[in-house]
């Protein structure tokens, strides 16, 4: 099993590096995310198929060339300063994820205006519920973050009320209530017709990351 400790890095990179690493690589991510719409919906004929697919193999090859091996991980700096461009969700290097940008209003509630593009229907022109749910656990998540209480995933529970349409969405979330290492939180996902998806969580803070708090709270 990965020892999921290890992959919290803190790299020591400084802040110009970072900056200067996301306007490399996110748009680089952002030309690959493009291009899952156009597998779906090209009409090239057979030649032109043949051309961009070779494009895209020279494209690979020097790609391949350097690169890390397993999983982003989560890496940070000694200013506190997190990365997870890997994220599913979120990621700044992850061409799957949307991606999600989550802001923060000074009452503790997070949110996020998104844009899912084709490559994320289930029914017919429709957001699958794997990816609603995707997006739900991520910014429920960053709420118990934000309201002092990261954690992982223990339950999700999603009411799909209505369809959700594709194109562009609205997700918020907010901490309900800290019991324990529990953090309960409630959201939902609205469309320009309004809310379709609602859903509750409870995100656990791993003994691990309690110990560390309680460590750290003790040298304070
Ligand atoms: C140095 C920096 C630190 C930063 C740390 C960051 C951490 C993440 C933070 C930020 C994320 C940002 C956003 C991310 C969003 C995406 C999140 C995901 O996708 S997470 C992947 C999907 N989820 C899993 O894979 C979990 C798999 N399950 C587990 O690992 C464990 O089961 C875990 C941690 C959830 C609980 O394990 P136990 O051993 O700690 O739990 P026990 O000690 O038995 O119980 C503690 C309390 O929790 C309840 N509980 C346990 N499991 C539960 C569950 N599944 N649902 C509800 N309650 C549960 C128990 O009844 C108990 O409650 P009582 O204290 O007695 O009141």
Redesign the pocket.
């Known amino acids: 099993m990965t020892d999921v400790v290890s992959l919290?890095v803190n790299d020591g990179l400084p802040e110009e590096e970072i900056a200067r690493q996301a306007a490399l690589y996110g748009p680089l991510a952002e030309d690959i995310r493009a291009l899952i719409p156009l597998g779906i919906s090209s009409r090239a004929d057979d030649d032109e198929i043949r051309r961009a697919r070779e494009h895209l193999a020279a494209a690979t090859e020097i790609l391949e060339r350097r690169r890390d091996s397993g999983p982003f991980g989560?890496r940070?700096n000694d200013a506190g300063h997190?990365r997870?461009w890997g994220?599913a969700?979120a990621g700044l290097r992850n061409a799957v994820a949307p991606p999600l940008e989550v802001h923060t209003d000074p009452d503790g509630r997070v949110w996020t205006d998104f844009h899912l593009h084709i490559g994320y229907e289930g029914p017919a022109g429709h957001t699958h519920g794997g990816v609603s749910a995707l997006v739900l656990?991520?910014v429920?998540?960053?709420a118990?973050?934000v309201g002092g209480s990261?954690?992982?995933?223990?339950?999700l529970t999603l009411r799909y009320r209505k369809p959700t349409p594709l194109g562009d969405l609205h997700a918020e979330a907010k901490l309900d209530r800290i019991?324990?290492?529990?953090a309960f939180v409630t959201g939902h996902i609205a469309g320009p017709d309004g809310i379709c998806v609602e859903a509750e969580g409870?995100?656990?803070?791993?003994?691990w990351?309690a110990d560390?708090r309680a460590k750290f709270e003790a040298q304070d």
């Not at 409870?202 to 003994?207: G, K, L, S, W």
Request: no cysteine; aromatic share 12%.
């Open positions: 919290y989560t940070f997190f997870t994220n969700a656990d991520q429920l998540g960053d118990a973050r990261p954690g992982m995933t223990g339950t019991e324990g290492r529990k409870i995100f656990i803070a791993p003994q990351i560390a």
